[in-house]
């Protein structure tokens, strides 16, 4: 298994909705990371996780909560959204977080905030 | 900190057509660079990347990229394009962050294959 897996693929909310994005691999990588995506723009980091503890967060707001389980699965919950959060969400994962050696991505959840 | 600046938002070419999409990165002394593509509503996808060692990387899909460190860029080329290599092509380095290691993009390269 060579994949990471997103679900859902796609997410609306409401800006009082709690919702949780889920993200799974079983390629034995013990760093996770959650980036954020918006239209015709690079995706930015919002979290790391390394061994199964938050290692980096780049300053995300409170609204945004990381949790890993364990080492296969990786969680965003999601709670009083903005519209302005509605975004392209993504997960990676790697062999560890000290490697040089690149990412490997899942396909994303598209959110949307009304 | 790291940076990659992408030359052109966007490159229109025809099928067949050799392409390059241009990368260079801020001066650093270890440097790890990639090159990613981004099919519509999809994920990334890696297509190469340089580590350390041969200075022409070749990837997947036909494409290559040669390291140059007195330039400092990363530039993509492919002989010849096709349709379905229409996308969005993301150049990034790796930085060091608090014993950390993370990816950082640049703007992105829309490339544009016509008929």
């Known amino acids: 298994d060579t994949e990471v897996t997103q679900t859902p693929k796609h997410l609306v909310m409401g800006m009082t909705n709690k919702k949780s994005l889920k993200c799974e691999q079983h390629?034995?990588?013990?760093?996770m990371y959650w980036y954020k995506q918006k239209a015709k723009k690079p995706p930015e980091l919002m979290f790391v996780?390394?061994?199964?503890?938050?290692?980096i967060n780049e300053s995300v707001p409170s609204r945004f909560s990381p949790e890993c389980p364990n080492s296969s699965l990786l969680n965003l919950h999601l709670h009083a959204l903005q519209p302005e959060d509605s975004a392209l969400y993504l997960c990676?994962?790697?062999?560890?977080?000290?490697?040089?050696?690149?990412?490997?991505f899942g396909s994303g959840t598209r959110l949307t905030v009304v | 900190a790291q940076s990659v600046t992408q030359l052109d938002s966007q490159v229109p070419v025809f099928e067949e057509a050799p392409v390059e999409l241009r990368c260079n990165y801020s001066?650093?002394?270890?440097?790890?660079l990639f090159w990613y593509v981004q099919y519509p509503n999809q994920g990334l996808q890696l297509l190469l990347k340089?580590?350390?060692?041969?200075?022409l990387v070749k990837g997947i899909n036909g494409f290559e990229a040669e390291f140059n460190k007195s330039q400092t860029s990363f530039h993509l080329r492919k002989p010849s394009v096709h349709i379905s290599d229409t996308a969005e092509y993301f150049c990034?380095?790796?930085?060091?962050?608090?014993?950390?290691?993370?990816?950082?993009f640049g703007a992105g390269t829309r490339l544009a294959v016509h008929p």
């Open positions: 390629m034995g990588h013990r760093a």
């Open positions: 996780y390394s061994y199964e503890k938050l290692s």
């Open positions: 340089y580590l350390s060692g041969s200075t």
């Open positions: 001066s650093s002394v270890s440097v790890y």
């Open positions: 990034a380095v790796s930085e060091a962050s608090g014993g950390y290691n993370k990816l950082i």
């Open positions: 990676a994962s790697s062999l560890t977080a000290h490697e040089y050696g690149g990412y490997t």
